[in-house]
């Protein structure tokens, strides 16, 4: 008999809402490309939808839909690890999952209008019902308040479970940044007249979530499943979320200060921002430190090849994005021609699907292992595991492939656009009429269709693997991990 | 086996990660209140929006070794001079549109926002207008009816029909114009204005 | 004050931002091998790595015209990298001190 059926008697009840979650999120994982190739597309032929699904719909969609299906991925694996590290039930299962359904209802509402309504007259009607028009964070007023209901019913969900049950040092790093997290969202949420003060605090929502509050969060996620996983102790893997807080918060915290060069705060934020984005990469540096460390010190058995892939993609991608893409163009002297050019579009790329899609991923694989009752996922699997590997390579491809060449026409537009032409919109356009830039957009299009077949093989695979499996997973943490 | 040192300890880690992210907030919330003082509408970064009745130009300021916008003589926006309560109003209902039309999608004010079209941080100042005596009537009936009046430059990319109204398009000029005067430590770089036909 | 890239060096100087990174990483990477391994010749291959980084940093700072503040902050990149891969090897070592089997003693003979 098959034992692998997917069966919610496999899992807790905090992970059966997990399990929620991570399907919403993958479903908005596709709509993502979907709606990034539409955007793409534009490019090429801009009279495609024309006046019917432009360009900005399009792009507020792609972007909306990542984030949320990031939060929706870390709400997911925050519920997955939530019983097992508080050693007690969840305390409230049924609202968990009347909050799952609401908040899924309230981002459904929210896309429709976006897709059918789209904009509205210059009112703050249409700024708490239709679109707040502010990158990132469009999501109408009424939402955030929604967002937030829900995610302050999350937060006492996890914080009360943790009381009932026991404290450690990764709940207590956990639970305080979730409090940050939500706060940071308030910063996001009020109307001004003044553009400064508006990027200003919005700049708390983006850089404070994205470069420090979200870091942290994976941070923890790992720490969690370097231990189940591998077998970590818990003495050392707690010290070292301490010490990747004290290094990430560190340099991340004022690290805000690279966003705000141009948009009319004082000077002094060249100072500020210069020195912090050079310590930036130094979280990064003691990972590839401790991480060779930790490979001779223990002989690792690892019961999920998928999971374990994307991590060490994580790691990769989380390096090159965040680091060597972000450092490259983060000091003023350089960011004056980079800034609002397609050298943001790249770093975009590659940094959110290094350091965040790559790990929620893997959390993914391993839910659907335990979901389907502990199978094997390791080497040797039925079909030699062809689906995950190509979406693996796929996705990599795929998302490396539109960075670089998003990076060529970046590099060709701050060239031709700033720093020939006067940064006018003569030089705008000029820069978006020549061959290298038109040819980076074609390239960034076809990479487009490698990352979306890549998602589909992805989704394909998550529904499926493990399937026809009659083996049982090997527990890395019953045999001695070390040699 | 040994013993931890004290260096490596949990506990000794533990408050070294709260103590660098207190000091690190507390160092951020003092610049903020400063920051925020500094670019408040009104200062000397930030104009207030009754500058719409002013003439706006760009300088190079070889002490601070950038650009900078300057504030001239009176020049009111559709001839008009505003007291600085109706001049807030107009840029007002230029921001509000601006957010309803979701411009930031295709557009980047600042900087910031998506790489579709034109970066609009200078856009009062652009010489893509022609003469500064035409220029806000241009930029009216641009806005309201885009399609007809597009100039794509060879992209083939056209604004979208938005059903921007005449009110809301004198707004966002309002905006606009006053968007322009915001002290943005040179940015974006080497910014060619619109022909100046004076410099009073 | 900042004094902006010049048009010829936009390439150069971002190259180099990203070597910084990357040669701060493969020096990270082969100084803790050749510790992990017992390999000193993996260490001159990391401190030739650092050479590129230390060229990298000189390549940034002339292209981005840094000058006062901004060579100092030059100083600090070329010597928190230096520093950085030793103080965190010794904070693996130290942090995993009381596993069993597992202090850098038995790594070195494994």
Redesign the interface.
């Known amino acids: 008999m098959s034992i692998a059926a997917l069966n919610s008697a496999n899992l807790n009840a905090g992970q059966k809402v997990a399990v929620k979650y991570f399907t919403v999120a993958m479903v908005l994982f596709f709509a993502q490309c979907l709606f990034g190739m539409l ?1 793409g597309l ?2 090429l032929q ?2 495609f939808l ?2 019917v699904l ?4 399009n ?2 969609v792609h972007i909306n839909a990542m984030v949320v299906w990031m939060l929706f991925g870390f709400i997911g694996s925050v519920y997955w690890l939530v019983e097992d590290e508080s050693g007690t039930e969840l305390v409230g299962a049924k609202l968990a999952n009347v909050n799952f359904w609401i908040l899924t209802l309230a981002v459904t509402v929210v896309v429709l209008v976006y897709l059918f309504v ?7 009607e ?2 708490w019902f ?6 990132y964070i ?1 999501a109408p007023r009424w939402a955030d308040f929604g967002i937030v209901a829900c995610v302050l019913i999350f937060f006492y969900n996890v914080a009360a479970t943790f009381m009932k049950g026991k404290w450690s ?1 990764i709940s207590g ?1 956990l639970v305080l940044d979730l409090v940050a997290l939500a706060g940071l969202y308030l910063a996001g949420m009020f ?10 605090w ?1 700049w708390w929502v983006i850089h404070l979530w994205v470069e420090a509050t979200w870091e942290v969060l994976v941070g923890c996620i790992m720490a969690w499943g370097l231990m189940k996983t591998l077998g970590a ?1 818990r ?2 893997v ?3 979320l ?2 990747e ?2 290094l990430m ?2 340099s991340g ?2 690290g ?1 200060g690279h966003h ?13 921002g ?2 912090f984005s ?2 930036e ?2 979280p ?3 990972m ?3 991480a ?7 002989n690792f058995r690892n019961s999920n090849h998928p999971a374990l892939a994307w991590l060490i993609a994580h790691a990769f991608g989380n ?1 090159f994005g965040a ?3 972000g ?8 960011n ?7 050298w ?2 790249s770093h975009g790329h590659l940094a959110f699907f290094g350091a965040y899609a790559t790990i929620i991923i893997a959390m993914i694989y391993i839910a659907v292992q335990k979901w389907r009752g502990d199978v094997w996922m390791s080497g040797d699997l039925a079909d030699k595991g062809w689906k995950w590997k190509w979406s693996l390579g796929l996705l990599n491809v795929g998302v490396v492939g539109m960075t670089v060449a998003l990076l060529i026409s970046g ?1 060709e ?3 031709v656009e ?13 820069a ?2 020549q061959p290298w830039f038109i040819q980076g957009m074609h390239w960034r299009m076809l990479f487009g269709w490698v990352t979306t077949a890549g998602v589909v093989l992805l989704l394909w695979d998550l529904a499926t693997i493990g399937k026809k499996e009659t083996r049982r997973a090997i527990d890395p943490t019953v045999t001695p991990a ?2 | 086996m040994a013993d931890t040192p004290w260096w490596a300890s949990e506990d000794v880690w533990r408050k070294w990660a709260i103590w660098v992210t207190a000091f690190m907030a507390v160092v951020l919330i003092f610049l903020t209140f400063d920051t925020v003082a500094k670019i408040t509408a009104g200062g000397e970064r930030v104009p207030g929006y009754d500058v719409i009745n002013k003439r706006i130009f760009y300088t190079f300021n070889a002490d601070r070794n950038m650009q900078e916008p300057v504030i001239g003589g009176d020049a009111p926006l559709f001839g008009k001079m505003l007291s600085a309560g109706e001049a807030e109003e107009l840029v007002n209902l230029g921001k509000l549109t601006v957010q309803a039309k979701n411009c930031m999608n295709c557009h980047t004010l600042l900087g910031n926002g998506a790489y579709y079209a034109p970066d609009l941080t200078k856009a009062w100042l652009d010489p893509a207008w022609g003469a500064e005596s035409v220029r806000e009537q241009l930029m009216v009936s641009f806005l309201m009816d885009p399609a007809t009046n597009a100039r794509t430059y060879g992209t083939g990319r056209r604004m979208p029909q938005l059903d921007i109204t005449e009110d809301e398009a004198k707004g966002i000029v309002a905006f606009l114009k006053w968007m322009s005067s915001i002290d943005t430590n040179g940015f974006p770089k080497g910014f060619t204005p619109i022909r100046q036909e004076e410099s009073s | 004050m900042i004094d902006p890239v010049a048009i010829s060096n936009i390439l150069a100087a971002a190259v180099a931002g990203a070597l910084v990174i990357m040669f701060g990483a493969i020096y990270a990477l082969l100084f803790a091998f050749s510790r992990l391994k017992q390999r000193p010749v993996l260490m001159i291959w990391a401190y030739l790595a650092y050479a590129v980084l230390v060229v990298a940093v000189g390549v940034l700072s002339i292209t981005l015209n840094m000058r006062g503040f901004w060579q100092a902050v030059a100083v600090v990149m070329v010597v928190g990298y230096f520093v950085a891969p030793r103080l965190i090897w010794n904070l693996c070592a130290g942090t995993h001190s009381t596993e069993p089997g597992d202090g850098l003693g038995t790594v070195r003979h494994s």
């Open positions: 955007a534009q490019y801009p009279d024309y006046n432009d360009f900005n719909v792009r507020m789209q904009t509205g007259p210059g009112t703050k249409t700024i239709i679109n707040e028009g502010r990158e469009e040092g790093v109307y001004t007249t003044n553009i400064s003060m508006d990027q200003h919005w102790r003495k050392i707690t010290t070292w301490y010490i807080v004290a918060f560190g915290i004022l805000l705000y060069f141009w948009i009319g705060t004082p000077e002094y934020w060249f100072t500020i210069g020195f050079a310590l990469p130094i990064l540096v003691a590839v430190v401790h060779v460390y930790d490979s001779g010190t223990h390096f680091g060597v893409w450092f490259m163009h983060t000091l003023p002297q350089i004056l021609y980079t800034h609002g050019t397609q943001t579009a590099y537009q701050s060239f700033r720093a020939l032409e006067g940064s006018t919109w003569g030089g705008y356009f000029s978006q009429t070390t040699t």
